[in-house]
T-cell receptor
Framework: NAGVMQNPRHLVRRRGQEARLRCSPM?????VYWYRQLPEEGLKFMVY????????ESGMPKERFSAEFPKEGPSILRIQQVVRGDSAAYFC???????????FGSGTRLTVV | AQSVTQLGSHVSVSEGALVLLRCNYS??????LFWYVQYPNQGLQLLLK??????LVKGINGFEAEFKKSETSFHLTKPSAHMSDAAEYFC????????????FGSGTRLSIRP
């Protein structure tokens, strides 16, 4: 049973480009969460999704960021017109139900140059 | 909303010494409390989880944590540190409004001296 798969592991984008980060939850997990970790900081909640629904996006920046978890395929975190401040590690986690504790992926490290 | 405070951004202990990493949660009793470990360039791994079934929770790698309501604390301990314990440790709490949403502390980096 594969764990939470995130790709790519490393992503380099120039300012103004788009970044698309993918997350495939563990088999049987219907809850997906995205977190951002800035250098030397803890994880900040961004968004919580279930299949085809955004449950809580209170941590998402108002502009340029969006997330989806379609009926088929991985969850996607999309960042449009990236800026240097978007450089961070983005972690996806999944759980089979509420409060089971998350299983984390290895993260995508985004570098904006 | 729930929150957790980790006291000490960096803790250093000698190999074989007691490890104590401190965590306090906000005053409302949370549904769940967690400790996670992060090794360099990796994702987070669940160490242990408190679910109100028992106040002393045993986790992986010899770690345990005790829930103390009177102190609003959930400190992580290990009797004897090993070099492989060097990592970043995060205390976390489930949010009251959404039990699925987990709020993380700022982390404590544990260093082990030979």
């Amino acid at each position: 049973n594969a764990g939470v798969m995130q790709n790519p592991r490393h992503l380099v984008r120039r300012r103004g480009q788009e970044a698309r980060l993918r997350c495939s939850p563990m088999k049987g997990h219907s809850h997906v969460y995205w977190y951002r970790q800035l250098p030397e900081e803890g994880l900040k909640f961004m968004v919580y999704l279930q299949k085809e629904n955004i449950i809580d996006e209170s941590g998402m920046p108002k502009e340029r960021f969006s997330a989806e978890f379609p009926k088929e395929g991985p969850s996607i975190l999309r960042i449009q017109q990236v800026v240097r401040g978007d450089s961070a590690a983005y972690f996806c986690a999944s759980s089979p139900a509420e409060s089971d504790g998350y299983t984390f992926g290895s993260g995508t490290r985004l570098t904006v140059v | 909303a729930q929150s957790v405070t980790q006291l000490g951004s960096h803790v250093s202990v000698s190999e074989g010494a007691l490890v104590l990493l401190r965590c306090n949660y906000s005053s409302s009793v949370p549904p769940y409390l967690f400790w996670y470990v992060q090794y360099p360039n990796q994702g987070l791994q669940l160490l242990l989880k408190y679910t109100s079934a028992a106040t002393l929770v045993k986790g992986i790698n010899g770690f345990e944590a005790e829930f103390k309501k009177s102190e609003t604390s959930f400190h992580l301990t290990k009797p004897s540190a090993h070099m492989s314990d060097a990592a970043e440790y995060f205390c976390a709490v489930s949010d009251l409004g959404s039990a699925s949403k987990i709020i993380f502390g700022s982390g404590t980096r544990l260093s082990i001296r030979p």
